[in-house]
């Protein structure tokens, strides 16, 4: 069975901390996809980034920074120096073989002033 | 580049009326996914097209609900006889193939639906 893992429910931060979100995936497929994806308060799902399997590289865009290792089956992201914009849920899921994703509970964001 | 656009962003009605969503997806996209998203159930697929076919509609809950894909943008969700349990954020989302090896779901903004 496929499953996501998001253990945090919710994170509260003060403005300009770095904070990062945790998310656990199992699957049995040698070949998957993951996504990471945000939702603001306004309650549109805005798509940050896709990651295959077979490339564990970390990759940095501005603030954020997603960390995939494979050996503890994780997909982590990082915001480096939060801002109140960022405050949002971000949903991490998993995609392998078909067009079904299986998406995470959700982590809430709260980054205060 | 437009995204999906999905209408109405809300929706208010009385349980009993029938209640149709719209969503037109962005253009070249071949996929088309309708999702619900509750508190209770997180994100949920409810069914998804395929060059205007539907390929699987497990998720739908039962047979109030429908969809329909007349064309390649233009799609509907339709709930009849609506009910307070249906009250839910539905989400249309669209991808070039479908296929999570070669492209990404991307995702409209929602319909808030409030059955009274």
């Known amino acids: 069975a496929q499953k996501v893992t998001q253990a945090q429910t919710e994170i509260s931060v003060v403005e300009k901390e770095d904070v990062t979100l945790d998310c656990v995936y199992e699957t049995r497929d040698t070949t998957y996809y993951l996504f990471w994806y945000k939702q603001p308060p306004s309650g549109e799902l805005v798509f940050l980034i896709r990651r295959n399997s077979f490339d564990e590289q970390n990759e940095i865009s501005g603030r954020y920074s997603w960390n995939f290792q494979k050996s503890t089956s994780s997909f982590n992201f990082t915001i480096t120096a939060s801002q109140v914009v960022d405050s949002a849920v971000y949903f991490c899921a998993l995609a392998s073989g078909t067009y079904k994703y299986i998406f995470g509970t959700g982590t809430r964001l709260k980054v205060l002033a | 580049d437009a995204g999906v656009i999905q209408s109405p962003r809300h929706e208010v009605t009385e349980m009993g009326q029938e209640v149709t969503l719209r969503c037109k997806p962005i253009s070249g996209h071949n996929s088309l996914f309708w999702y619900r998203q509750t508190m209770m159930r997180g994100l949920e697929l409810l069914i998804y097209f395929n060059n205007n076919v539907p390929i699987d509609d497990s998720g739908m809950p039962e047979d109030r609900f429908s969809a329909k894909m007349p064309n390649a943008s233009f799609s509907t969700l339709k709930i009849q006889p609506s009910e307070p349990r249906d009250s839910a954020v539905y989400f249309c989302?669209?991808?070039?193939?479908?296929?999570?090896?070669?492209?990404?779901?991307?995702f409209g903004p929602g319909t808030r639906l409030t059955v009274l």
């Open positions: 989302a669209s991808s070039f193939v479908g296929k999570p090896s070669t492209d990404t779901q991307y």
